[in-house]
């Protein structure tokens, strides 16, 4: 499957942003689908990740309340809404597709997913 992440930009602090990750190749209801992000000189973490259904949704902390994961299987695209943003959610952010469907859970480990976007940049200003 080839991801295609789009929808970062510059905002200011406590706008919002909605990113994408549109795959082809493969339907993404096969797979859990998450959204990671690199600041410069850290390691890539963890952000968001959703089963194949939608129904089991996970997030970092620092980003519970503000940002939503949703996918739309038909559309084979998933979003990342983001809200109330911070300079700190200053990063590349990644989509990434792990296959495994049938599953009511989801995976935070960057290494367990096998097939990753290109990274769209979100730069929050303060």
């Known amino acids: 499957v080839q991801l295609q992440a789009s929808g970062g930009g510059v905002v200011q602090a406590g706008g919002s942003l909605r990113l994408s990750c549109a795959a082809s190749?493969?339907?993404?209801?096969?797979?859990?689908m998450g959204w990671f992000r690199q600041a410069p000189g850290k390691e890539r973490e963890f952000v968001s990740a959703i089963n194949w259904s939608g129904v089991t949704t996970d997030y970092l902390d620092s980003v519970k309340g503000r940002f939503t994961i949703s996918r739309d299987n038909a559309k084979n695209t998933v979003y990342l809404q983001m809200n109330s943003l911070k300079p700190e959610d200053t990063a590349v952010y990644y989509c990434?597709?792990?296959?495994?469907?049938?599953?009511?859970?989801?995976?935070?480990?960057?290494?367990?997913?096998?097939?990753w976007g290109q990274g769209t940049l979100v730069t929050v200003s303060s």
């Open positions: 190749g493969r339907t993404l209801s096969s797979y859990i």
């Open positions: 990434a597709a792990k296959r495994l469907s049938q599953v009511y859970y989801t995976v935070r480990t960057p290494g367990k997913y096998g097939y």
